[in-house]
Nanobody
C-alpha cells in the first residue's frame, strides 16, 4: 500500500497562488504516473491535471490550462501542482493520485486508472 500525503492547501484571495505537494514513501514514486483531482461541494470528483512518470508528458482539464502547472521531482518522491490566477470556482478538496506500472510517457486522466490516493487538502478561493 502506497500512502500519499498532500499539503499546501489553504485560503487565498481570487487571483492568488498556491502550490500543492504530494509526498510518497521513498523509492515508490519512480515508475508511478501521477494525477490531481478535485471535488467541490455537491459535485463529483473531477480530473485536474496529470503527469507521466517520466515527467515528459502532462495534461490538464480545460478550465485550469494555462493557470495550473503539474510537475514532479522523482528524487524527492514528490509531485506538485502550482496553481496561479486562482478563481472562486477552483474551491474544492484536491486529491493526488498515483498508479504503478504505467508506460514512461503515459498520462492518466480517469480516476479509475489510479490505485493510490491521498487524503485530500482543502483549497478555498475567496472572491
Amino acid at each position: 500500500q502506497v500512502q500519499l500525503v498532500e499539503s499546501g492547501g489553504g485560503l487565498v484571495q481570487a487571483g492568488g497562488s498556491l502550490r500543492l505537494s504530494c509526498a510518497a514513501p521513498p523509492r515508490t514514486f519512480v515508475n508511478y504516473a501521477m494525477g490531481w483531482f478535485r471535488q467541490a461541494p455537491g459535485k463529483e470528483r473531477e480530473f485536474v491535471a496529470a503527469i507521466s512518470w517520466s515527467g515528459s508528458n502532462t495534461d490538464y482539464v480545460d478550465s485550469v490550462r494555462g493557470r495550473f502547472t503539474i510537475s514532479r521531482d522523482n528524487a524527492k518522491n514528490t509531485g506538485y501542482l502550482q496553481m496561479n490566477s486562482l478563481k472562486p470556482e477552483d474551491t474544492a478538496v484536491y486529491y493526488c493520485a498515483a498508479t504503478s506500472g504505467a508506460r514512461p510517457m503515459a498520462v492518466m486522466t480517469s480516476e479509475n486508472e489510479y490505485n493510490y490516493w491521498g487524503q485530500g487538502t482543502q483549497v478555498t478561493v475567496s472572491s
